[in-house]
């Protein structure tokens, strides 16, 4: 069976969809940012809280625990995504697909047992 080898011309249609989508979103930005009404007052600078009057500071420190959380949960989410590919091709990987998808669940498991070790999932 003959090997199709694409050229550099095949990848040109991709190419100029890309520019035409930059070239839109370019010129829409251009066009509305120059034609559109600019009325800078006092009022529309002012912060906007759905309604309620903003008050103290925004920069308010709270506990890194939240960013922690936030970024294990994507971390372990995302990891996720890798067994789905797997999960379809499950038996045309065979033994030696399941043998490697042991090892990175078991990858996993040390590195939840690690953040637990650690406490990164503890409120106090």
Known sequence: MPVAVSSPIDFLP???MFMVALGF??????VTHKL?????????????ECGIEPEGNARVP????YFLVAILFVLFDVEVIFM??????F??????????????????????YYI?????????
């Open 36 to 48: 559109g009404p600019s009325r800078k007052t006092k009022i529309k600078s002012a912060t906007f």
């Open 14 to 16: 991709i190419a100029l």
């Open 84 to 89: 789905y590919p797997w999960a379809v091709n």
């Open 25 to 30: 979103v370019a010129t829409t930005m251009f």
């Open 91 to 112: 038996k045309t990987l065979g033994l030696v697909g399941f043998l490697e998808m042991l090892t990175f669940v078991a990858f996993l498991l040390v590195g939840f």
């Open 116 to 124: 637990l070790k650690k406490g990164a999932l503890k409120w106090e």
């Open 62 to 65: 709270f506990s890194i625990k």
